[in-house]
């Protein structure tokens, strides 16, 4: 079976796909805002300038217009209060400040939507608390297969107490060294316990498992989700470990861009490797997670353990991840403003009809 570089796989439910056609029309009249004139819904962004550039592609923008959606890039000079109104604000970006910027704005505007709130980003930046919620799931289903996490290992300093650090918490090598905070996407692969000592903290240290050679990135938008084969890391042999006993650390820019770097990159794969993970696994742990984690936009880095059909690991999260590189994001992504902006219609109504 050919992999292709990028293979996307959609998983949409009945539901999903009604919404989606009665949306199709462009008429914001169809969700109930108005009966006779189209009410636009406006978002607010604050987004770094390669973020613009990915996400608002002008195919997306002449979409979203089509059905009465509206981007309006944020002034960051000016108070957030005094610009708008906004129906949603969308935002990715970090610091201390504009967090509270935040925080203080979905307090003061209650009837705006803030995609997503600040703390529970926070959340997922630190590799530390990423994974605890998948973790706490222990998901398992005997039909469809379970989701773990792999051993993990937190190291915060002192290069040289790593090897012990290491032994005591019972993780194998090799070892997946990550920065403890998740705004790179810089990994090492150490291979040995002298290789150890020249990782540079803060990091955490994930056991490897290998996978064939593929991550599934699961890709959540509201209720969406959609799949993206691509290819990772080799797998990694005894013989492989043996042969790299001395100061063995290989670093890797990007993990869906290692196998690229390596000699035995990956170009025609078992069935049992490419299969991707059940449709109704992948919903279930979507839906557990946006519930914990309080997030709407996000994916999952996802393996099958290899030599398995039904034992995966989630690696990573990543919140607003490069959704622009995702087939079809533009009706997707549109569905879900819209959808979120007729809930918040809803709920206004419903709040101002009470006696």
Known sequence: ?????????????EEEREMESSSSCGSIVDLGFQEKSMKVVVVGYALTSKKIKSFLQPKFEGLARNKGIFFVAIDQTRPLSDQGPFDIVLHKLSGKEWQQILEDYRLTHPEVTVLDPPSAIQHVYNRQSMLEDVADLDLSDAAYGSVGVPKQLVIEKDPSSIPDAVKQAG????????????????LSLAYDEYSLEKLEPPLVLQEFIN???????????GDAVKVVRRF??????????????VGGVF??????CAAQSADDSVADLDPCIAELPPRALL?????????????????????????????????????????????????????????????????????????
């Not at 079976?1 to 439910?13: D, T």
């Not at 060294?177 to 996407?185: G, N």
């Not at 099958?304 to 533009?330: A, C, L, Q, S």
């Open 232 to 245: 990772s890391l080799p797998d990694v042999s005894k013989r492989d470990l043996s042969r790299r006993s």
């Open 1 to 13: 079976m050919r992999l292709m570089q990028e293979e996307m796989i959609g998983y949409e439910s």
């Open 283 to 355: 919903e279930r742990l979507a839906r557990e997670l946006r519930r914990r984690l309080g997030l709407h936009l996000f994916n999952l880095d996802m393996i099958r353990e290899h030599g398995t059909r039904d034992r995966f690991y989630v690696i990573d999260i990543n919140y607003f991840p490069g959704y622009g590189k995702m087939p079809e994001y533009e009706h997707i992504f549109t569905d879900f403003l819209l959808n979120l902006a007729k809930s918040k219609y809803k709920k206004r109504s419903s709040a101002t009809s009470l006696p």
């Open 211 to 221: 996978h064939g050679g593929v991550v599934f990135k699961v890709y959540i938008v």
């Open 251 to 256: 670093r890797f820019p990007r993990v869906s």
């Open 171 to 186: 993780l194998a090598l090799p070892l997946v060294a990550k920065p403890l905070v998740a705004k790179s996407h810089e």
